[in-house]
């Protein structure tokens, strides 16, 4: 028996749905062919051990292109991007302690793109800079360095005392060029120089009333700088002796041994002299 007209059209129009139906299936693979897979291994450059929870992004690219998100490296250092549409992304790789990785890649239709990126360790944090602050002379002794500059005279300074460490302050004299240590009494030592003349003697910037005697008021522990200048050499401020100066800088502010007697030892110095100049006229 012949089937009926209206069975036919309804098979012919479930055939027809069935065909409309399969065309997209058909289209799929050539649609697939054009997106790309990027997948990889980020690993550690100088040993080349994978790295795992490496955060792997693809970013949008110079040409406009849109990014695709972020993907995080197992255990084995592996990630993977799928169905990526042609274009130019920027490549991030970040990983604590290690340097970012930043590059530019090229994804073409119709090829799957496997990379392996190396991450190198971040330099090494330096230990913090130490600065030690040195207190700055002030007053005349401020000017010291710029007159060692100059050449003109000798300078001593308190690391030479230190590394002669003389037994008394006329032992600083012996090593100056042109000074003679002379004795003028059983115990005192006076300085001159070339010549034979007898030099100023500056304190801390001021005159004194003589040179004589100095081993008596004035104690190597208690000197933080020496300036000796012979004639022409000497600087204006020193004043006008013809045959030079010696120019001493005690250690003020420096709490030492014998720096509380300094001054009773000057005073006393110089009122013994004093009495015996007048005992002498």
């Not at 604590?96 to 890649?105: A, I, N, Q, V």
């Not at 005192?188 to 081993?215: F, H, K, Q, V, Y």
Request: aromatic share 8%; proline share 8%; with cysteine.
């Amino acid at each position: 028996m012949n089937p009926s007209p209206s069975r036919g059209r309804v098979r012919a129009l479930c055939i027809g749905l069935a065909l409309l139906a399969g065309a997209p299936e058909r289209l799929a693979p050539q649609e697939a062919a054009s997106l790309t897979s990027f997948f990889g291994t980020v690993v550690d450059h100088e040993t080349g051990s994978p790295l795992g929870g490496a955060a792997v992004s693809l970013a949008s690219g110079p040409g406009g292109t849109a990014g695709m998100g972020t993907r995080v490296t197992n255990d084995e250092g592996r990630f993977l991007f799928r169905s990526i549409p042609a274009g130019t992304y920027r490549v991030v790789v970040t990983l604590l302690g290690y340097r970012d990785l930043r590059d530019t890649l090229a994804v073409e239709a119709g090829a799957d793109l496997q990379v392996v990126l190396p991450l190198s360790v971040s330099p090494i944090p330096l230990a913090p800079l130490v600065v030690e602050a040195r207190r700055r002379p002030t007053g005349p002794f401020a000017g010291f360095e710029e007159r060692s500059r100059t050449r003109l005279g000798t300078y001593i300074t308190r690391e030479q005392i230190e590394r002669q460490n003389p037994y008394r302050f006329s032992d600083l004299m012996r090593r100056v060029p042109g000074a003679t240590v002379v004795a003028t009494s059983s115990t005192g030592s006076g300085i001159r120089l070339r010549g034979g003349c007898r030099p100023a003697l500056i304190l801390d910037g001021a005159p004194t009333i003589t040179i004589e005697g100095i081993d008596d008021f004035i104690l190597p522990m208690d000197v933080e700088a020496v300036e000796v200048y012979r004639g022409v050499e000497m600087p204006v401020e020193f004043g006008s002796n013809p045959c030079g100066a010696v120019v001493v800088w005690t250690r003020h502010g420096e709490p030492t041994p014998n720096m509380e007697g300094f001054w009773k030892r000057m005073a006393f110095s110089l009122t013994f002299l004093a009495l015996a100049f007048l005992l002498t006229r």
